[in-house]
Every structure is written in structure tokens, then in C-alpha cells.
């Protein structure tokens, strides 16, 4: 019996990290119908399988986490019944699948913790599996450009899923599990040393995505870790080394024109893959080296109790004045906190150019999409415009030509796209799921956790390897969350911007109304860039042509006709 489960224990990271990448890269980036319908069944179909052999084989007794398992199935109720009033029910439809195949990964979940409920090892070790494989696969589309991403034009990583925010927030997720791997004091040694170079490509491919969105969640995601973790010193150097190495090798990379500048040829990207390629291998195997001497040290001379003490507060008091610092020398710079504050929500500033300061800059075009989004919110304040619509719906609010089909943020997304309806279930939702994690973790103050009938609360709850699992387990949904508040896309608003060049329903929407202006809404007199509805019209004057297909083609600059202004 305890072979057999300790074998099972042992298989379910590797089930669960395949099954993670199947998902990755079967769905890529999850813009081609096909390829997410296919993956959302059988998304479906595994998560139904495991909630019967939950109901089977699991423990009698109440099931943990149903008040948010309710609350998630009301917001995929409302994301299918929006399709109602949605302006574009095919996008909404779409998106009522998406929520749908989570909802059973979710119920699945919580079924699961019955038949195993210390499993928090094992399904961090999974994710991690799922994590590391994509991350590893962008930094060989950068070695083996010409089999791996030859027809990519951007210069930030972004395979396999096609979008460098979504690379980004994978490794990100998988800091605070890569900090979990290498503190810990059980499990074998050699799992701790490959959480060093775990951390190092997983430091190097933030840093080549140049996401600050994922810079943002990443450091999110460490610093709560030490705050929370009284597992400080034996972290330090999983973070500090690999982020050293990385931070030298992405230097380097930022330094050449096919990491910086977009369209670069193929022939470029393969001058500097041998370079880099080596690069990385050595960062690999000086980590591997780092690590092993750490865990030789640590297992031949291990730190005081003292010493242990004092390293925990100062990298408690660098985590949180961190933060402070940044913000005091943004306020004494030249330009002052104003303006950068004024550069991050402003209409009129557009994204800084690529390259390395870019993570430092503060200028973003997420200023001019949230505002669309409150435009598209007070056109129908109490249910939106529909899942998914906010694509069509900003149309009639934009300034210029801009292509996107998110608002770069979760809450003005949610406004936009479910009202006020929407964002009260997904606010219900957030918390009764951080309220489940508290008490799960035992980081819920006591007082709270106090039984009726009893005098005093429950005793404190030590910091053992199972507790220490599950709060790196919160931490990984946390890091998303961040994500998504600051760049809640997909990679559809930059593949299908790329694949059509200069929006194809744009030009109709310009026609009808001029930029600034707003038309007053009404469901019958859609704009025309609406397609897929009887009665809608496609302009005339946008339509596209076999030469101006490509965005990256001289001729589509120059043969694209231009729409005719309504005169007055």
C-alpha cells in the first residue's frame, strides 16, 4: 500500500507537467478556434474523469472551497448568458467555452483535495514542469531561430504561445516555486540544485520579454515569499545568483538588434543564436555549479540560529523598503512623480521603444485602452457590451488606429465587458478565494478562526514542510492576479494585428464617425466593423487586397486605400 502510493505520488508532477504543456503548446496562444475548442474538450473530459473518481474514492465529509466553486460557476453562467445582449455574441460565445472548460479544471480541483489533500509538493512540482518546459522553449527559438521561430518579426520572445506578456507571466509563476525548491529541507539535494538554473532561465526570459507587467509580478511573488517564509537565508541565493547570471546574459542579448529592434531578418537572429546559445549553456552549468557548492556548505556548516535571525530581518526590511526606495528616487528625479504617473495613464503616450531601459520606463499605451474601456462602461454601465466584445466596442471610442483586443487590465476589461454585474461576482469571487487560501495556509489571524463555544483561539500553526507548500501554492495565483491587473491580453490582439496588418474593420467605423467623436448607442445602428451579424455592411473603401495582406510589405503602406471622411 505505501509503495504503491509513494509510487503514485511520484508520478503525478510528471502527469501533471505533461499535461500543462500538452495545454501550452496544443493551445498555443489560444487564438485559432480549432486548436482551443479541441484542447477546452478535453480539458472537460479529464476534469469530469477526476471528479468522479474523486466522488468514488474520496473522503466522506464536506467539501472545502464551494462558496467560491459556486461563485465561479455564476460568472461562467454570466459570461454564457451574456451572449444575450453581447454586441458581438460570437466572441461571447467563444468566451463562454473558454470560462466553462476553467470552471471544470476549478471543480476538479477541489474535488481532487479529497482524495489527496497533502498534495501541495506534487502539484507545485507539476506547474513547475508545465512552467519551465515553455520558458525553455522561447530561449531555443532565439538558438534555433530558422526551425524554431522563423516566421516571428518581433524581437521580445514570445514562443509558444506567439505573445511575449504570456511567456513572461509563465515564468513568473514559477519564481516563488523555484524559491520553494531550492529552500526546502526535505526531498533530494539534486532537486535543489536545478532550482538554480530553474531560476536563472526563468529570471533571463523576463527579462527578454521585456515585460514590466511580469517584472512586476515576479518581484511581487519573491518579496511576499520572504515576508511570509521563514525560509530567508536558505533562499537568498537561489535568488540573488541566478538572477546575477541572468542579468548578464540578457545584458548582453539587449545589446544586439535582433533582441531590440522587431523585423529583423532571419540571417540576423542566426549571427548572434550561436553566441547566445552558448551563453545560456554556461549560465546553465555555472548554476548547476553554484547550486551544488550551496548544498554542500549548507549540509557541512550549517548558519546559527543567530545568524539566520538576523540575515531573515535585514531581507525582510530590504523586501518592504524596496519598494520605497524606488518610489522616493522616481520622486526626486527631474522629471518627478507627476509625470510619471501622467506617462503611465495618459491618452496620447504611446509605448517606449524597445530595448532594456524599457522595463524602467513608465510611459505605456494601457492609459488610452483603460480609458476606452470607461467609455464602453458607461455605454452600459450595468451588464457591458458582453464577453469578449470590448475588441468591437472600443471602436467607436478610439483616438486613432490602434489594434487590441483587451483592455490591458483586468478591471477595466471586466467593466467593459460585464458591467457592474460582472466586476460585484468577480470581486465576490477574488475574495472568498483569499479568504479559502488564509485559512488554508493559517496566515488568517486567529481571532477569526475562533469556534463557537471556545474561550481561547487555536494554537499557532508551525511552519512545516505542508504549510510552507501550500502558501507557495497561494503565491502562484497571486503572481497572475498581478499580471492581470497590469496586462490582462492574449496573444490574439498581436497575431491577428499581424497577420491582417492595419485593422480590417477599422476603416469602416472612420468613415461613419470621425476620431474623437462618440455616436450615441444604440443596438440597431451598430458600427459597421461588426462582422458576423445580419444586416452589417463591410467598407468598401478598407477592403484588403492580396498586396496589402502583410503589415511588414512596402505596398501596403503605399496601395491601402484611405477612407473617406464624412465632410462636416
Request: hydrophobic content about 50%; some cysteine.
Amino acid at each position: 500500500m505505501s509503495r504503491s502510493y509513494s509510487v503514485a505520488a511520484s508520478a503525478v508532477p510528471l502527469i501533471l507537467g505533461a499535461a500543462l504543456v500538452g495545454v501550452a503548446f496544443g493551445a498555443e496562444g489560444g487564438t485559432e478556434l480549432t486548436r482551443t475548442s479541441v484542447t477546452g474538450v478535453l480539458m472537460v473530459l479529464v476534469s469530469g474523469i477526476l471528479i468522479g473518481a474523486a466522488f468514488l474514492w474520496g473522503r466522506a465529509g464536506t467539501i472545502r472551497g464551494m462558496t467560491t466553486l459556486l461563485l465561479f460557476a455564476l460568472l461562467a453562467f454570466l459570461t454564457a448568458v451574456s451572449i444575450l445582449w453581447s454586441i458581438v455574441p460570437e466572441l461571447s460565445y467563444v468566451e463562454a467555452g473558454r470560462t466553462f472548460s476553467y470552471l471544470a479544471v476549478f471543480a476538479a480541483a477541489v474535488a481532487t483535495a479529497k482524495v489527496a489533500p497533502r498534495a501541495a509538493p506534487q502539484l507545485l512540482l507539476g506547474i513547475l514542469i508545465g512552467a519551465i518546459v515553455p520558458v525553455a522553449y522561447a530561449l531555443a527559438s532565439r538558438v534555433w531561430p530558422g526551425a524554431l521561430a522563423e516566421n516571428e518579426v518581433s524581437n521580445r520572445l514570445g514562443q509558444p504561445f506567439d505573445y511575449w506578456n504570456a511567456v513572461g507571466c509563465v515564468a513568473a509563476m514559477a519564481v516563488p516555486i523555484t524559491l520553494w525548491l531550492g529552500s526546502r529541507r526535505v526531498g533530494p539535494a539534486i532537486a535543489r540544485v536545478l532550482a538554480y538554473p530553474s531560476m536563472g532561465v526563468c529570471i533571463l526570459a523576463i527579462l527578454l520579454t521585456q515585460s514590466r507587467g511580469a517584472a512586476a509580478a515576479a518581484a511581487v511573488g519573491a518579496v511576499a515569499w520572504f515576508v511570509l517564509v521563514p525560509l530567508r537565508l536558505r533562499s537568498l541565493p537561489v535568488l540573488v545568483l541566478p538572477l546575477i547570471g541572468a542579468s548578464a546574459v540578457a545584458a548582453w542579448a539587449l545589446s544586439k538588434d535582433p533582441f531590440t529592434k522587431s523585423l529583423q531578418p532571419l540571417s540576423a537572429k542566426e549571427a548572434v543564436a550561436g553566441d547566445f546559445g552558448a551563453l545560456i549553456l554556461l549560465l546553465v552549468v555555472l548554476l548547476v555549479l553554484v547550486g551544488a557548492a550551496v548544498e554542500i556548505v549548507v549540509e557541512h556548516r550549517a548558519p546559527s540560529a543567530r545568524l539566520r535571525r538576523r540575515v531573515g530581518v535585514v531581507a525582510v526590511a530590504v523586501a518592504c523598503l524596496a519598494p520605497l526606495g524606488a518610489f522616493t528616487s522616481v520622486a526626486f528625479s527631474e522629471r518627478g512623480i507627476g509625470d510619471r504617473i501622467h506617462e503611465l495613464t495618459s491618452e496620447t503616450e504611446v509605448a517606449p521603444q524597445e530595448g532594456g531601459g524599457r522595463v524602467f520606463a513608465a510611459s505605456s499605451s494601457r492609459g488610452k485602452y483603460w480609458r476606452e474601456a470607461f467609455r464602453v462602461f458607461k455605454d452600459r454601465p450595468l451588464e457591458g457590451v458582453g464577453a469578449g466584445a470590448f475588441e468591437k466596442a472600443r471602436l467607436r471610442h478610439r483616438t486613432d488606429q490602434s489594434v487590441t483586443q483587451h483592455a490591458h487590465g483586468w478591471i477595466p476589461q471586466t467593466m467593459a465587458d460585464f458591467g457592474l454585474i460582472g466586476l460585484a461576482i468577480t470581486t465576490l469571487l477574488m475574495l472568498t478565494w483569499a479568504l479559502a487560501a488564509l485559512s488554508a495556509t493559517g496566515l488568517l489571524p486567529r481571532r477569526f478562526t475562533r469556534r463557537e463555544g471556545d474561550d481561547e483561539p487555536p494554537p499557532r500553526r508551525d511552519w512545516d514542510f505542508e504549510r510552507i507548500a501550500l502558501v507557495t501554492l497561494a503565491l502562484v495565483p497571486v503572481v497572475y492576479g498581478v499580471q492581470a491587473l497590469l496586462a490582462w491580453t492574449s496573444p490574439g490582439a498581436v497575431r491577428s494585428a499581424r497577420k491582417r496588418g492595419p485593422s480590417r474593420w477599422s476603416g469602416g467605423c472612420a468613415a461613419r464617425t470621425a476620431p474623437g467623436s462618440r455616436a450615441p448607442w444604440s443596438r440597431s445602428a451598430r458600427p459597421c466593423c461588426w462582422p458576423g451579424r445580419s444586416g452589417s455592411r463591410r467598407p468598401r473603401t478598407v477592403r484588403p487586397t492580396r498586396r496589402s495582406r502583410s503589415p511588414t510589405s512596402a505596398s501596403s503602406t503605399r496601395r491601402s486605400p484611405r477612407p473617406r471622411m464624412p465632410r462636416g
